[in-house]
């Protein structure tokens, strides 16, 4: 059973498109939620982080908002680039760490 | 920046061998997490280690163990393997944050393919 519920599955955009990507949770246990961006035959890589204290948080392109109450958080990318094309997970963590089912993401040029 | 180490990076074995990874954490990570993705689904926690003591355990099959060493390295060990076993085998550390959750930096993954 996922307890990060992520979406879409699959996001297609063109370049300089803002994708956003969904996740939902519902234990409240949860304090620190990271994205991680991977591609293909590579690890994880971590993208961004939130705690629920704050209501957004920025990093370049990278947006996260996040809303406690609705227990939902998003990424946003701005001015998406094909290089941005890889599989995006949202995770949340509360001494080990959940992963939404993940978005591929596809940026065209 | 020195980042997590895995070995082998790819493994090929047959039903019921046995297979051992490993994993280097970053220096002065004292945590460390195993994770098993199959093609087209996100990392699935298997179990992690802190200060050389099991911490939390997920959904690792009885045939898998791991332990961490003293040198905070930690191993994978994967028996009577099954086809089902074949994945991609993530290692991640972290440093344990008192009152503070750990963020977790992930190695380039072991590749096993069983036959």
């Known amino acids: 059973q996922q307890q990060v519920k992520q979406s879409p599955q699959s996001l297609i955009v063109q370049k300089g498109g803002i994708p956003i990507i969904n996740c939902a949770y519902e234990?409240?246990?949860?304090?620190?939620f990271p994205w991680y961006q991977q591609f293909p035959g590579k690890g994880p890589a971590l993208l961004i982080a939130i705690r629920p204290d704050v209501s957004e948080k920025k990093e370049g392109r990278f947006t996260i908002s996040f809303n406690k109450s609705a227990k939902q958080f998003s990424l946003h990318i701005m001015d998406s680039q094909p290089g941005d094309s890889a599989t995006y997970f949202c995770?949340?963590?509360?001494?080990?760490?959940?992963f939404g089912a993940g978005t591929r993401l596809t940026v065209k040029p | 920046a020195a980042g997590v180490i895995q070995s082998p990076r790819h493994l090929i074995k047959e039903k019921r061998e046995t297979a051992t990874l490993k994993c280097y954490p970053i220096p002065r990570h004292d945590t460390v997490y195993w994770y098993q993705q199959g093609p087209g689904q996100d990392p699935q926690f298997l179990i992690s280690f802190y200060e050389k003591m099991q911490s939390d355990k997920g959904s690792i099959p009885d045939r898998f163990s791991a332990q961490q060493f003293s040198d905070y390295h930690s191993e994978l060990n994967m028996s009577s393997l099954e086809l089902g076993d074949s994945a991609l085998y993530f290692c991640?550390?972290?440093?344990?944050?008192?009152?503070?959750?750990?963020?977790?930096?992930f190695g380039p993954g072991t590749r096993l393919t069983v036959l």
């Open positions: 995770a949340a963590v509360y001494n080990d760490m959940r």
């Open positions: 991640a550390s972290s440093i344990r944050r008192t009152g503070g959750t750990d963020t977790q930096y």
């Open positions: 234990n409240t246990a949860f304090d620190y």
